[in-house]
């Protein structure tokens, strides 16, 4: 029912910067807590980064804080996650995820694939050595 869809994927350089961005539709409403996960070839997706219903809470995984931001324009249904100095171990399919606000779960849940209840199909990160 829900549609996520992931755009902004790419191929960038060691070091280089691209953003992602997640739209939107369908039953999706501002009140959704979102977040984003990778899977790399041969690995165990994992989570990224998580941004709360109204934008003021967020969490990252260490491996990715300092480097990657999360954020949201809900008034454009989106969900964006700019990628800076990115490095080769970043390079996996990168996924977006909704489900209704956790409130004060959000910092114990959140980092959690099974808390959520809709996923986009992903947009692919290759970053070259």
């Known amino acids: 029912q829900v549609q996520l869809v992931e755009s902004g994927g790419g191929l960038v350089q060691a070091g280089g910067s691209l953003r992602l961005s997640c739209a939107a539709s369908?039953?999706?409403?501002?009140?959704?807590?979102m977040g984003w996960f990778r899977q790399a070839p041969g690995k165990e997706r994992e989570f990224v980064a998580a941004?709360?219903?109204?934008?003021?809470?967020?969490r990252y995984a260490d491996s990715v804080k300092g480097r990657l931001t999360i954020s949201r324009d809900n008034a454009k249904n989106t969900v964006y996650l700019q990628m800076n100095s990115l490095k080769p171990e970043d390079t996996a399919a990168y996924y977006c995820?909704?489900?209704?606000?956790?409130?004060?779960?959000?910092?114990?849940?959140?980092?959690?694939?099974?808390?959520?209840?809709?996923w986009g199909q992903g947009t692919q990160v290759t970053v070259s050595s």
């Open positions: 995820a909704a489900r209704p606000r956790l409130g004060p779960r959000f910092y114990s849940r959140s980092s959690y694939q099974n808390e959520y209840d809709y």
């Open positions: 369908g039953g999706t409403s501002s009140s959704y807590a």
């Open positions: 941004i709360s219903w109204g934008g003021t809470n967020t």
